[in-house]
């Protein structure tokens, strides 16, 4: 072999030799950027779980949680605690039902009259288009600030709330079976966290708190009085429909086990703790005296 020869082979080799380094060279580059861009990836997706982490550890607003646990529930935010409220019949109950209200109207509200018959009044009326089932909660500013601050007081908040909406049908049923079919209610959570107002209200009657405070007709008296109607009403038309001696009997067993409950609950200390020591300026247990006195009296 010549020299020519030789050095064509040497070069052939040198070449082979470095297009296989280069390709080493390559590979590296390459996988190296697989390598950055999997890290890269990886990251990106940590950082979101933790982001999303971040979020549900937020504490949930009480707003939030009501709605979550009745649906279509109406939330307020204004000084609910006027005393017409508890004894004007024409307070516009029906407005607390509805989104985005005049709240400031609402806060301020005065009567212009003479409190007008119960049966009478175009604001108690108004009360049989609202949704049946409906829930409104007012909420005093000062609380609502509070509980931003302090979740652990929402919790306290919510509970006071479900307990009432709980024991307020328990004591309407206890009095008479099947009235809260339909009821609406709505609560008033005043400035210092306690119960201040509150309402329910089914087709046909009405059911208001009262704060001891007025000087105008008695609440549980009045109370008394449009129970008592209303009950007449109810015994009229079940002679109407003249009712047999087991419907009479499945009537009044219904009667009793919604006695037993509402009994289980007062004598049981949860709901004195949720409810806490008033409820509408009123002792707890005047309220839980009153409740089991109208009962056994077969009154509502």
């Known amino acids: 072999m010549d020299m020519n020869s030789r050095s064509l082979d040497y070069m052939a080799l040198m070449w082979k030799q470095q297009m296989a380094v280069g390709r080493k060279d390559s590979y590296k580059r390459t996988e190296g950027s697989q390598n950055a861009s999997f890290d890269s990836v990886a990251i990106?997706?940590?950082?979101?779980?933790q982001a999303e982490a971040a979020q549900k550890a937020q504490p949930v607003s009480?707003?939030?949680?009501?709605?979550?646990r009745y649906p279509g529930l109406v939330y307020h935010v204004f000084d609910g605690s006027s005393g017409y409220w508890r004894y004007r019949n024409?307070?516009?109950?029906?407005?607390?039902?509805?989104e985005n209200i005049d709240t400031e109207a609402l806060e301020n509200w005065e009567p212009k009259g003479p409190n007008p018959a119960y049966?009478?009044?175009?604001?108690?009326?108004?009360?049989?288009?609202?949704?049946?089932?409906s829930k409104a909660v007012v909420i005093h500013p000062k609380v609502q600030e509070r509980m931003e601050r302090e979740p652990e007081y929402a919790d306290e908040i919510m509970a006071?709330?479900?307990?009432?909406?709980?024991?307020d049908v328990a004591r309407n049923e206890a009095m008479m079976p099947g009235c809260t079919t339909g009821m609406s209610q709505s609560i008033v959570i005043g400035e210092d966290g306690n119960i201040?107002?509150?309402?329910?209200?089914?087709?046909?009657?009405?059911?208001?708190?009262?704060?001891?405070?007025?000087?105008?007709?008695?609440?549980?008296?009045?109370?008394?009085?449009?129970?008592?109607f209303h009950m007449e009403r109810w015994k009229e038309s079940q002679m109407e429909h003249s009712l047999d001696v087991s419907s009479q009997f499945t009537a009044l067993g219904a009667k009793q086990a919604a006695k037993a409950r509402l009994m289980a609950m007062i004598n049981g200390g949860e709901l004195r703790v949720a409810l806490g020591d008033k409820i509408c300026g009123i002792p707890t247990e005047e309220i839980f005296a009153l409740t089991v006195s109208q009962v056994e009296e077969g009154l509502g």
């Open 196 to 228: 201040a107002n509150a309402c329910s209200s089914s087709p046909g009657r009405i059911t208001y708190s009262k704060s001891g405070t007025d000087d105008e007709e008695d609440f549980w008296t009045a109370r008394l009085r449009r129970h008592a």
């Open 90 to 98: 024409d307070y516009p109950h029906y407005l607390l039902y509805q």
């Open 62 to 68: 009480l707003e939030e949680r009501l709605k979550a």
């Open 160 to 167: 006071r709330i479900e307990a009432w909406f709980t024991f």
């Open 44 to 49: 990106q997706t940590l950082q979101q779980h």
């Open 119 to 133: 049966a009478a009044s175009p604001a108690i009326r108004a009360l049989g288009g609202v949704r049946p089932g």
